[in-house]
């Protein structure tokens, strides 16, 4: 980013101050740099220091040393979201965040809940069942190393209300739910769509289980899609509405822009961050 005058300097602060208001219960971070490296621990550092209001850190995996980078960054209070993102290194995944703990001096009590893929069924990676057996052998793993807490199996509101079955594997429902992508919906209306998804989920689980958004955003950058314009100005409407309207049950989506990502299929996916 280049800026030529002062006054486009001090618009710039204003706007990533703008960014960090936004709170939520959590938000999740991925540790790339844009060209698709591994970030470095300074760098992570960096990245988390400017996290410290959210309670909950998301992580999808745990290769680039994230986990063990994460833990010595975050703020005392803060705990983790650990995902575990390839279904066949599950048990391998499970000792590097054993070993990571040990490495820092930390301990499964830094970590708010150990998930299990993301979006499998809603991508057409695997079944309900498969995903159960996912689930299953992550919860082998963790009982073995000493984990207690929640387990969860992350997909997308819409998986989960056309697969119920999804709703008995998991400790609480955790799932994935943009506004964007509702031809009809505007970004000033973003809070209140993401708290129908939470009601059809919650009722699709028949009002047993607890329901946690652990992603929702708006993209500042990419093609209009109906009612959802993609600008600045649109991300920091929705980001209020949804804060406004539920953001004690939600993770933001993302922390940073992911530049080393594909653009997708409406140019939004790099343009996420609610820091840029």
Not at 48 to 72: H, K, W
Not at 154 to 166: K, M
Not at 175 to 193: L, M, R, S
């Given at each position: 980013?280049?800026?030529?005058?002062?006054?486009?300097?001090?618009?710039?602060?204003?706007?990533?101050?703008?960014a960090?208001?936004f709170?939520a219960?959590?938000?999740s971070?991925?540790?790339y740099?844009?060209?698709?490296?591994?970030?470095?621990?300074?760098?992570?550092a960096s990245?988390?220091?400017?996290?410290?209001?959210f309670?909950?850190?998301?992580?999808?995996?745990?290769d680039?040393?994230q986990?063990?980078?994460?833990?010595?960054a975050?703020?005392?209070?803060?705990?983790?979201f650990?995902?575990?993102?390839?279904?066949?290194?599950?048990?391998?995944?499970?000792?590097?965040?054993?070993?990571?703990?040990e490495?820092?001096?930390?301990?499964?009590?830094?970590?708010?809940?150990?998930?299990?893929?993301?979006?499998?069924?809603?991508?057409?990676?695997?079944?309900?069942?498969?995903?159960?057996?996912?689930?299953e052998?992550?919860?082998?793993?963790?009982?073995a190393?000493?984990?207690?807490?929640?387990?969860?199996a992350?997909?997308?509101?819409?998986a989960?209300?056309?697969?119920p079955?999804?709703?008995?594997?998991?400790?609480?429902?955790?799932?994935n739910?943009?506004?964007?992508?509702d031809?009809?919906?505007?970004a000033?209306?973003?809070g209140?769509?993401?708290?129908?998804?939470i009601?059809?989920?919650w009722?699709?689980?028949?009002?047993?289980?607890?329901v946690?958004?652990?992603?929702?955003?708006?993209?500042?950058?990419?093609?209009?899609?109906?009612?959802?314009?993609?600008?600045t100005?649109?991300?920091?409407?929705?980001?209020?509405?949804?804060q406004d309207t539920?953001?004690?049950?939600?993770?933001?989506?993302?922390?940073?822009d992911?530049?080393?990502?594909?653009?997708?299929?409406?140019?939004?996916?790099?343009?996420?961050g609610?820091?840029h």
């Amino acid at each position: 980013m280049k800026f030529t005058t002062a006054t486009s300097v001090l618009s710039a602060l204003a706007l990533i101050k703008q960014a960090t208001a936004f709170s939520a219960k959590g938000v999740s971070y991925s540790p790339y740099t844009d060209g698709g490296d591994c970030k470095t621990a300074a760098e992570v550092a960096s990245d988390l220091a400017q996290l410290t209001e959210f309670d909950i850190i998301r992580l999808y995996g745990v290769d680039c040393s994230q986990v063990e980078n994460v833990l010595a960054a975050k703020t005392s209070s803060q705990t983790i979201f650990q995902g575990l993102y390839f279904m066949d290194q599950i048990t391998s995944g499970v000792e590097t965040i054993s070993a990571a703990i040990e490495s820092t001096g930390s301990s499964w009590s830094d970590f708010n809940t150990i998930s299990v893929g993301n979006e499998l069924v809603n991508n057409g990676e695997a079944t309900v069942s498969q995903v159960a057996s996912y689930v299953e052998e992550a919860k082998t793993a963790l009982t073995a190393a000493g984990y207690t807490g929640d387990v969860v199996a992350v997909d997308t509101f819409i998986a989960v209300i056309n697969n119920p079955g999804l709703c008995e594997l998991s400790d609480y429902m955790a799932v994935n739910a943009h506004a964007y992508f509702d031809y009809n919906t505007a970004a000033a209306d973003a809070g209140p769509w993401v708290l129908e998804q939470i009601q059809r989920v919650w009722y699709a689980c028949n009002g047993e289980k607890n329901v946690l958004i652990t992603e929702t955003g708006w993209p500042y950058s990419g093609d209009t899609y109906g009612a959802a314009v993609a600008s600045t100005e649109a991300q920091s409407a929705a980001l209020t509405s949804i804060q406004d309207t539920c953001g004690n049950d939600v993770f933001l989506f993302s922390a940073f822009d992911h530049k080393w990502a594909a653009a997708g299929a409406y140019g939004i996916e790099q343009y996420f961050g609610i820091i840029h």
